[in-house]
């Protein structure tokens, strides 16, 4: 069975400053797709980043970069710059062929920037 | 284009009684999910649709939950006696297909349930 860890209950970051989010997954299947989830407190889920496991190159969307490690089942997520609209709850999520498109979550890292 | 609408936004009710959210998905959507979510924890799969039929409801606990979608547009979830365990944020979600490759799930705003 697809798992997801995310180590780190929570996190803060000054403005402006970096912060990376950490996220492990379990995994038996060949090609799958790793996903990082943001949800502020209106609740509603939105996807920052996506990446591809046959993709050796790391997925980056503006500010946010995430550092792929395969053979280590490893999947963070990087956040430049950080502003005080990124304060929320960030959700790593895999998928694979055959979940029928059902995401697996890890627990989610609160992540708070102070200004 | 009009978002995932979900609702009420937060319902409370007393354990025993019956309570049922409403979800209207993006127009065109075929894949309709509904997910759990307690608190502390990621969301967790409940039912899956396509288009009217169930994909996959293996972690829906049927003694209690059932859900339609009827016509496969709109869908509802309910529980039927609510236990305290079933508090929690229930999210919609719908896709175009099933979520792989550049399909995205796009969710809903959710229904915060607190049962007291």
């Known amino acids: 069975a697809q798992t997801v860890t995310q180590s780190q209950p929570e996190m803060s970051v000054q403005e402006a400053e970096t912060v990376t989010l950490s996220c492990t997954y379990d995994t038996s299947e060949s090609n799958y797709y790793l996903f990082w989830y943001k949800q502020p407190p209106s609740r509603q889920m939105i996807l920052v980043i996506r990446?591809?496991?046959?993709?050796?190159q790391n997925a980056t969307e503006n500010r946010f970069s995430v550092n792929f490690q395969k053979a280590a089942k490893s999947f963070s997520l990087k956040i430049s710059d950080s502003q005080l609209g990124d304060t929320a709850m960030y959700f790593c999520?895999?998928?694979?062929?055959?979940?029928?498109?059902?995401?697996?979550f890890g627990k989610g890292t609160k992540l708070s920037v102070k200004p | 284009e009009a978002g995932v609408a979900q609702s009420p936004r937060y319902k409370i009710i007393e354990k025993r009684q019956s309570v049922a959210f409403w979800c209207n998905p993006i127009?065109?959507?075929?894949?309709l999910y509904w997910y759990q979510q307690i608190l502390g924890q990621g969301p967790k799969l409940l039912i899956q649709?396509?288009?009217?039929?169930?994909?996959?409801d293996s972690q829906l606990p049927k003694d209690r939950f059932s859900a339609e979608r009827l016509k496969g547009v709109d869908s509802t979830l309910k529980i039927q006696p609510a236990k305290l365990e079933d508090s929690a944020v229930y999210l919609c979600a719908s896709s175009l297909g099933r979520v792989y490759g550049n399909t995205e799930a796009f969710f809903g705003q959710g229904t915060r349930l607190t049962v007291v």
């Open positions: 127009s065109g959507h075929a894949t």
């Open positions: 649709f396509q288009n009217n039929g169930v994909v996959d």
């Open positions: 990446q591809e496991a046959y993709k050796q």
């Open positions: 999520a895999t998928v694979y062929g055959g979940s029928q498109g059902n995401l697996i």
